[in-house]
């Protein structure tokens, strides 16, 4: 492998590991259990097994990016939490989700798609939280604590 691609490969997992750790940043600021350095390298990994997968010119990256979809699957899990009638995490393991597409997607180069798609989660995750709790606030919830249906 010629030094030239080695440092485009390396360049791929450094856009991977920012772009992760800015929807981390995010996630560590509002205490969420998966925050900024689960974020990054979920990023980091994804890409790196992406581009792992796709140097050996007789493999498919769409197979590794299938494979980093289903481990994904199972930290996303773990980060939803059910008490009662509450659940909690479905965001978190969203992005957990998503992260991991961006991680790929830079992996197999598409620098722009990564820095699109983080953009606008981040937008998402920024812009929706005031709308939620204005528009769609649980009835129960009494100064931010569920009272229950009794």
């Not at 750790?21 to 689960?38: F, M, N």
């Not at 007789?58 to 980060?79: E, N």
Request: hydrophobic share 50%; proline share 4%; charged share 15%.
């Amino acid at each position: 492998m010629s030094p030239q691609l080695e440092l485009e490969l390396s360049v791929r997992l450094l856009v991977a590991l920012v772009l992760g750790a800015a929807i981390g940043v995010e996630r560590e600021y509002h205490k969420h259990p998966a925050g900024l350095r689960t974020m990054a390298t979920v990023s980091l990994g994804s890409c790196l097994f992406t581009i792992a997968g796709s140097i050996p010119t007789h493999t498919d990256p769409t197979r590794i990016a299938a494979q980093v979809v289903t481990g994904v699957g199972f930290l996303g899990a773990g980060a939803i939490l059910r008490s009662g009638i509450t659940i909690k995490g479905l965001t978190t393991a969203a992005a957990i989700w998503v992260v991991a597409a961006v991680g790929v997607s830079t992996g197999l180069g598409y620098f722009i798609l990564a820095t699109t798609s983080t953009v606008l989660v981040l937008v998402f995750l920024v812009v929706l939280r005031p709308i939620e709790a204005r528009w769609f606030q649980d009835p129960n919830k009494i100064d931010g604590h569920n009272e229950g249906r009794g």
